[in-house]
């Protein structure tokens, strides 16, 4: 029986093999190579952080990893779903790939015709047909896990942006994936509203999910993150623990793009 | 006689003149509205979808359509087709011709529409794990609906009064009626203005409708 809360917030942790690899990953627009053969892998119940300047290929690696965007080449595998990107692949692939993960936008993408429970309920009962009542529990389990039981009834356009932003999260969580992702889930708040929802994000890894997070927020990045990856030109031009990457970095270009993130004048 | 509104012919053809507007122009109104509005939304479909078959075929229609008269489309349909041996009824052959018209011109408002729907919202669909269709359904046209009422609206109001050319093969409706009350009395002033409040008080209470609808749809959109 899968119904208790946290139960979601548990996937399972399949011996040595990392929950996610990526393997020479390709992707262009046009004439924009945006990807150009990129690897990595997140262990299960590890955070990744994704860090990189606007043009990096950072958000578009992510979004390779449930096929919102198809790379022209290279391999994705999340759990026991791999995919080819070189040869061609159908929509049910697409689609058991995307089954495995969570996504948090950068600019939430809340239904706006559905109350803040409605959207967290979506999933589980639409697509998974699970019981009405029993999704409502947990969508209600869910709320209170990101601190919005209260406005379950709201239409999201009655939310604060990062209360909107954490009605995102707890939609996200509420189809039980293997890993969540988040796409610059603070760059769209005001300042004073990123808090809380990247207390929400530790809290998460903290209970054990796999997360990649593209973000700016490099304290964040430093206090919560397994690994650290600095992306420049469409490849990992450096990684490891944060402290390595973001305090004591090898390569001048990381370097250079940690300076002027921390001190842009 | 024969100057100004004859009061007494008013009272006496207000009867006859409903009976036409209930039983001709509001049910072909109605079944063609909701006909046309069906079409519109697969032509609508058909024209967003990636085959370049299935969305030639919608453009050519609306093309067709768009691009010739109401009135000759009736009369091919009325009086052409019983020369190829195909004969249909006035009052069938005023709903083909009305929905065909209701959808080429809908179909365009649902296109837009949407496509005013932002991306994301696709997106996010599909990462919980809907397919095309259930976003489209649960997602996609709720959003759409809102910013198509008000332009459907004004696809709804042009068709109560376009009906009034059905009177044209004989499909008795409210100005049809007007016409066999007028003509042995000669009181044409009298009988089309009657009809022609009729058609307004129809089209102001489809207008409070649409209003009604607005608000409604309106209710979890910002300011």
Request: aromatic residues 6%; contains cysteine.
């Amino acid at each position: 029986m899968s119904t208790s809360v946290e139960h979601v917030g548990r996937p399972a942790t399949g011996g040595g093999r990392p929950l996610v690899e990526v393997r020479d990953l390709r992707k262009s627009f046009g004439e924009l190579h945006v990807l150009r053969g990129m690897d990595f892998a997140v262990p299960s119940g590890s955070v990744t952080v994704l860090i990189g300047p606007s043009g990096s290929g950072k958000t578009t690696a992510l979004r390779c990893l449930n096929a919102l965007e198809v790379p022209e080449a290279g391999v994705v595998r999340v759990a026991d779903c791999e995919v080819d990107f070189a040869r061609p692949v159908d929509k049910r692939t697409v689609r058991t790939l995307r089954s495995q993960s969570g996504m948090v936008f950068q600019s939430h993408h809340l239904f706006p015709h559905m109350t803040v429970i409605q959207n967290v309920m979506e999933g589980p009962v639409t697509v998974q047909r699970r019981a009405r009542e029993q999704a409502r529990t947990d969508a209600l389990a869910l709320l209170e896990r990101v601190g919005l039981a209260d406005k379950a009834d709201q239409f999201p356009f009655q939310l604060s942006g990062g209360q909107q932003q954490r009605v995102g999260i707890a939609r996200a969580l509420a189809i039980q994936p293997r890993l969540m992702l988040f796409d610059e889930p603070t760059s769209a708040l005001d300042p004073e509203l990123v808090g809380e929802v990247l207390a929400v994000m530790k809290d998460l890894a903290d209970q054990g999910w796999t997360m990649v997070v593209v973000t700016h927020e490099i304290r964040f990045a430093q206090g919560v993150a397994d690994q650290v990856l600095f992306l420049d030109g469409g490849v990992v031009v450096e990684r490891g623990a944060p402290a390595q990457v973001l305090t004591d970095p090898r390569e001048p270009r990381t370097r250079q793009f940690l300076h002027r993130l921390l001190d842009p004048l | 006689m024969g100057e100004g509104i004859d009061w007494q012919l008013v009272g006496d053809s207000l009867v006859p003149l409903l009976m036409g507007l209930v039983h001709g122009t509001i049910p072909l109104t109605a079944i063609t509205f909701v006909l046309g509005l069906a079409l519109a939304l697969v032509v609508a479909l058909m024209r967003l979808s990636k085959s370049r078959v299935l969305s030639g075929v919608a453009r050519a229609y609306v093309s067709v359509i768009r691009g010739t008269p109401l009135l000759v489309q009736l009369f091919i349909i009325f009086y052409g087709l019983p020369s190829l041996g195909l004969t249909i009824g006035a009052f069938p052959s005023a709903v083909i011709a009305f929905t065909l018209n209701v959808g080429a011109y809908a179909s365009e408002v649902i296109r837009a529409s949407i496509l005013a729907v932002p991306r994301g919202q696709w997106e996010a669909a599909s990462t919980i794990g809907m397919d095309g269709f259930t976003t489209l359904r649960r997602v996609v046209l709720p959003q759409a609906t809102r910013v198509a009422v008000p332009p459907l609206s004004n696809t709804l109001i042009s068709l109560v009064k376009d009906t009034s050319l059905a009177s044209t093969i004989l499909v008795t409706e409210l100005l049809r009626k007007a016409q066999e009350i007028a003509a042995p009395t000669f009181q044409f002033f009298t009988l089309y203005t009657v009809a022609a409040i009729l058609y307004w008080v129809v089209c102001f209470v489809l207008s409070v409708v649409q209003s009604r609808a607005e608000v409604r749809l309106g209710r979890y959109v910002t300011s």
